[in-house]
């Protein structure tokens, strides 16, 4: 995997984690004014997301570093995985900013058009790329590393939920 | 004609006449949930728990506040506050100009309040408006009270019944009522008799939000209450709403029988598209 493809699927994966916890904290206290704990959530996600993504890339630093041969494996897998990922994140990055851009009037059609539909597909789309990585990787290690990859980013919103936010 | 399917959180809570809660029996809700073929939503109540056959008060009630608290999303997404105050600034600019003194904005089943409280943080009605909040769940006007004052927001919560807004009605002529997300609630024989409450109180205007029913919004409420909402009861309760929520001619129809000297108007668009931005859209009525 080249540097270039693993840092972006790194900085993709811990944004869509920063959003994850965002998601996780939303609708959940009723206040008017809650920017401040928005933010932390965002922070939560991101930190829950390297922390959940931590033994994949260390296990496969460690791969790489007793068999390089699998470079080529990683590097397949990890660009099957961004094709599929880089277009998601940048509907979502644009709808985000017309988000922000538009008139209080307006700034639902983002949301009613792109941010809600396409956070109900995230699930699919995320192992889309998964199952794209799994199939290009002929080593089963790297393989297993994709599909663990998967599961810690489907994993953040729902855990930063349970442990954060959860109210009975 | 067929009846009306329920929203779960129709059939969670029961009060008395002195607003006390009154136990439900979980086979009763499930019951009727089951005759009515909501076999997804007696699923969804049969989980809940019962202890002797009752459903526990305590998990009803949290769970009631986590279902309005995910509403809320909803509408903060939706900038729904800001809408309301849009439409209601000229109208309490017309009341301002009968005379001096304040203008009250009634909102009746408030919920948590999320519209007073937003319209209160925001100051966006300016100064003289006094924003009041009725609801016939105590836990809910409870919390809406709670969350007001731990925010410093200057609005206040009463724990009442939709039909009977004068416990919050002053002087009509000075007054608004407004609503939203409310009226599907209500059961069609009952609509007229809700604009008349008002109309007996002569208030200056009306104004009820509520969901224009057609395709789109069914498949909006489905895709969004998936999208944002964690709770079962949220996501069954908020698709149903934009199925069962009454058409404009009905709302029409309801509002010029119960209240004969208002002028109404339901500002409802096309169907023919997606509206996006009015999901919820107004029946407004105001004092010939």
New interface residues.
Partial sequence: MTPAVAVTLLALALLDGALAGF?AS????????HRKSDYQAARRGTGLAGVLLTPVITAACIGLLAHPALLGQYARAGKAMLEVYGPYALLMLTALAFYTALN??????A???IL??F??LRPVITILGGALGLAQANDPAVAVLAGLSVIAVLMVEPLA?RVWYA?? | MAPRPLEITDLLWSFDAGGQPVAVAKAAVVGRLTALGQRRAARIVSAFPAPDGILDPGYVAALGLRVHCELQRLGEELQFARRVAALLSPIVGTIRLHGPGPVRIVDVGCGLGFVLRAMAASSALGAGVELVGVDLNPFLIAEASRLAEQEGLACRFEQGDAFGPELAVQDGARCVIISSGFVHHLPEPGLPEFFAAQARLRVAAFAHWDIAPCLWSTFGAWVYHYARMREPVSRHDGVLSARRAYSAARLQMAAQTGAPGYGIQVMEGSHWHPRALDVLRPVVGTLL
């Fill in positions: 998601r939303l609708g959940r206290t009723g206040l008017i004014n209080w009037r307006l700034k639902y059609l949301s009613a058009l809600g539909p956070t109900l939920g109210r009975n």
